[in-house]
């Protein structure tokens, strides 16, 4: 399996940033001591174009250039730098990357990005580029260019904040279905409206929660239904539902983590669609526990992939829904 990073374009952060820069390094390390069988390479930058599919030219050309305002500056959280620039570019790169493969091999990882509060024209929550939705689109463009046919794309966001950037960029494309489970009142204070919303309760365990997802799986997938299949999923495995996170205020377990993204990934499979993983967010009060969450989420990805090579139907892209999961 394929595991795209692009850690060592890690900015310098001011002395006492709360933003954990240093885990992406920890996890590429990780993933390739105690998982077998992976690929990783680093990917390229996104270009100005391959952005404007996803964010307006004047926002693209303010990141690139420096001339975001102070308060603009200060909704993303990051102070501008070109390293900040480079970064986020390769964090788009990653997903578009990892997307191409998922469609020829069935699951491919992005061992960073789902930077899912950039709207089209800001920034936000640490987001300066949305990478799953440049990556969608593009995806789109080329499915469409390769083989005439309309690629449908479901979003499936379980960071513990709701992915307010996508649902906006996306509010008035029936071509994408956004799924967001989150935090009924973590950030952001003022959500937008996805295709679905599941918003959960403080302190939400893990029964609950897999209750929740199972219910929100099954629902989005009856409603695509009426629109056509989707054939390519971006899941957000946000490890910041743990019960260790220092932000996300939901109490999953180890376990419950572990099982959620069995169950999405095992949902997926049965309805034959290739994934993008990204890792969202996670901040851990020890960032080490979030690399461990985050490790695991690789391993399931893994098991998802091998299980796609015996069914042979990486890159085959869904025609018909069957009446749903077999």
């Given at each position: 399996m394929k595991v795209f990073s692009y850690d060592r374009y890690a900015p310098t952060l001011p002395a006492g940033h709360r933003f954990p820069m240093d885990k992406y390094a920890r996890l590429r390390a990780r993933v390739l001591s105690e998982c077998s069988g992976l690929t990783s390479l680093e990917p390229s930058a996104a270009s100005d174009g391959e952005l404007a599919l996803a964010h307006s030219p004047d926002y693209i050309d303010s990141v690139v250039n420096g001339t975001l305002s102070d308060a603009a500056l200060r909704e993303i959280g990051f102070p501008w730098s070109a390293p900040m620039v480079e970064r986020a570019r390769r964090s788009v790169g990653a997903t578009i990357a990892a997307a191409r493969?998922?469609?020829?091999?069935?699951?491919?990882?992005?061992?960073?990005?789902?930077?899912?509060?950039?709207?089209?024209?800001?920034?936000?929550?640490?987001?300066?580029?949305?990478?799953?939705?440049?990556?969608?689109?593009?995806?789109?463009?080329?499915?469409?260019?390769?083989?005439?046919?309309?690629?449908?794309?479901?979003?499936?966001?379980?960071?513990?904040?709701?992915?307010?950037?996508?649902?906006?960029?996306?509010?008035?494309?029936?071509?994408?279905?956004?799924?967001?489970?989150?935090?009924?009142?973590?950030?952001?204070?003022?959500?937008?409206a996805s295709d679905l919303d599941v918003d959960l309760p403080d302190g939400c365990g893990d029964a609950e929660y897999l209750h929740a997802l199972d219910a929100a799986l099954a629902e989005s997938w009856r409603r695509m239904a009426l629109q056509g299949?989707?054939?390519?999923?971006?899941?957000?495995?946000?490890?910041?539902?743990?019960?260790?996170?220092?932000?996300?205020?939901?109490?999953?377990?180890?376990?419950?983590?572990?099982?959620?993204?069995?169950?999405?990934?095992?949902?997926?499979?049965?309805?034959?669609?290739?994934?993008?993983?990204?890792?969202?967010?996670?901040?851990?009060?020890?960032?080490?526990?979030?690399?461990?969450?985050?490790?695991?989420?690789?391993?399931?990805?893994?098991?998802?992939?091998?299980?796609?090579?015996?069914?042979?139907?990486?890159?085959?892209?869904?025609?018909?829904?069957?009446?749903?999961p077999a």
């Open positions: 493969c998922a469609l020829h091999e069935g699951v491919a990882v992005q061992l960073g990005g789902g930077t899912h509060h950039a709207y089209a024209s800001k920034g936000s929550g640490y987001c300066i580029f949305n990478d799953v939705a440049v990556a969608a689109r593009l995806m789109q463009a080329e499915v469409h260019r390769l083989r005439r046919a309309l690629l449908r794309v479901w979003v499936i966001d379980l960071d513990v904040h709701q992915g307010n950037g996508t649902a906006s960029i996306f509010s008035d494309d029936p071509t994408v279905f956004t799924l967001s489970l989150h935090g009924r009142k973590n950030f952001p204070f003022r959500k937008e299949p989707p054939g390519l999923a971006f899941y957000l495995a946000g490890a910041d539902a743990h019960e260790a996170d220092r932000l996300g205020r939901l109490k999953l377990t180890d376990a419950g983590m572990l099982e959620r993204d069995r169950r999405v990934f095992g949902f997926l499979h049965r309805c034959g669609l290739p994934v993008v993983v990204t890792m969202a967010g996670g901040y851990g009060h020890d960032i080490d526990t979030t690399v461990a969450v985050q490790v695991r989420t690789v391993q399931a990805a893994r098991q998802a992939w091998i299980a796609w090579q015996g069914r042979g139907r990486a890159g085959q892209i869904p025609t018909r829904l069957a009446g749903g």
